[in-house]
Nanobody, 127 residues
Framework: QVQLVESGGGLVQAGGSLRLSCTSS????????MGWFRQAPGKEREFVSA????????AYRDSVKGRFTISRDNVKNTVYLQMSSLKAEDTALYLC????????????????????WGQGTQVTVSS
């Protein structure tokens, strides 16, 4: 069983930055592809970013490209989402997800492809 705990959310002004962290329990972290999703009130959960098992491959939704950076530390069992130039429309609950991955460079952008989820960390951007 994998448990994911997110942290780093908060209230920030538009144009500001935040770094989200997601720490995984267990010894299988380096076997898992990881992803970040977000969900705003009244809206569907949407893909934000994903990273392959050892970080060779990454993906982003178009609206965050150039502003967000995903990375991982397989020694610390943690995946990060560095968010810069934040906008009001980035306001949401940000969730971390994990799934086992056989491929070194595979990443996944659909929520139903993930097996494990954290509880989320709230990001609020004031305009």
């Amino acid at each position: 069983q994998v448990q994911l705990v997110e942290s780093g959310g908060g209230l920030v002004q538009a144009g500001g930055s935040l770094r989200l962290s997601c720490t995984s329990s267990g010894r299988t972290f380096s076997s898992n592809a990881m992803g970040w999703f977000r969900q705003a009130p009244g809206k569907e959960r949407e893909f934000v970013s994903a990273i392959s098992r050892i970080g060779f491959s990454t993906a982003y939704r178009d609206s965050v490209k150039g502003r967000f950076t995903i990375s991982r530390d397989n020694v610390k069992n943690t995946v990060y989402l560095q968010m810069s130039s934040l906008k009001a429309e980035d306001t949401a609950l940000y969730l971390c997800a994990a799934r086992p991955s056989a491929g070194w460079d595979s990443y996944y952008s659909l929520s139903n492809e993930y097996d494990y989820w954290g509880q989320g960390t709230q990001v609020t951007v004031s305009s």
